[in-house]
Nanobody
Framework: QVQLVESGGGLVQPGGSLTLSCATSGFSFSYYPMKWYRQAPGKERELVAT????????NYADSVKGRFTISRDNAKKTIYLQMASLKPEDTAVYYCNVRVRYDSWGQGTQVTVSS
């Protein structure tokens, strides 16, 4: 019943920007922390960012601090990941995540940072 649908990925040059979206349904969105993960081929899935229920607190992986911003719109039941100053090492599939009764994941959206 929980559905997470990521969008907004694509090809971007180093130093460029992208904003990802995750539209959700099937649960009481405003009561749950939300997270963004990413996974590059051959690498472990990495927690990128976390946002609390009201958006009052956020946490980021050291590798993206100062460049990425997670936000949420509880009315739209959507979270966002604003990505700036993108680097080739940011290339990965980005996943939305929520733990309700169990971990739920979206299908992912590909971000490729390359010249």
């Amino acid at each position: 019943q929980v559905q997470l649908v990521e969008s907004g990925g694509g090809l971007v040059q180093p130093g460029g920007s992208l904003t990802l979206s995750c539209a959700t349904s099937g649960f009481s969105f405003s009561y749950y922390p939300m997270k963004w993960y990413r996974q590059a081929p051959g690498k472990e899935r990495e927690l990128v960012a976390t946002i609390t229920t009201g958006g009052s607190s956020t946490n980021y992986a050291d590798s993206v601090k100062g460049r990425f911003t997670i936000s949420r719109d509880n009315a739209k039941k959507t979270i966002y990941l604003q990505m700036a100053s993108l680097k080739p090492e940011d290339t990965a599939v980005y996943y939305c995540n929520v733990r309700v009764r169990y971990d739920s994941w979206g299908q992912g959206t590909q971000v490729t940072v390359s010249s």
